[in-house]
């Protein structure tokens, strides 16, 4: 299904299907991990920004493309970038992996059954450490 409110409002209102389990497709899932990934860049963006010497974020100016696209998709330049994020390692590295690791969860061809709910009513994967990531 997709994850926009006017869908997720439609199912859950009355006489249409309230009894309904709300699922999402792979593609809407690994947008909401793009999505949390791109704002964990954009807070780094924005603090390298306000530092005195702009040496750092002139190197890190253009790494949105390098994060986001898949690793088999990037040019020379955009692995060049996401190397020198690695070696860096850090909170945008860490959100990276996360969302690497969450496409090869959904990629892997013989991937279990997900319960309804996860484990202690909790209906939410969440990465504490990562505000964008929750």
């Keep these: 299904m997709d994850l926009g409110p006017a869908y997720l409002k439609s199912v859950k209102a009355d006489g249409h299907a309230p009894q309904a389990i709300v699922c999402a497709d792979p593609f809407h899932l690994v947008c ?6 791109d704002e964990v860049r954009r807070e780094l963006w924005n603090q390298l920004r306000r530092l005195p010497d702009d040496r750092w974020a002139k190197d890190f100016k253009g790494a949105r493309w390098a994060l986001l696209k898949n690793p088999e998709d990037l ?5 060049a970038q996401l190397k020198r994020l690695r070696r860096n390692r850090g909170g945008i590295w860490r959100a990276y992996e996360m969302k690497e690791q969450f496409r090869a969860i959904l990629a ?3 991937r279990p059954q997900a ?3 996860a484990s202690g009513g909790n209906d939410t994967l969440t990465w504490p450490h990562l505000e964008p990531f929750r």
């Design 115 to 117: 319960p309804a709910r």
């Design 108 to 110: 892997w061809p013989h």
């Design 32 to 37: 909401l991990v793009g999505d949390a990934l």
């Design 75 to 79: 040019n020379a330049n955009q692995a």
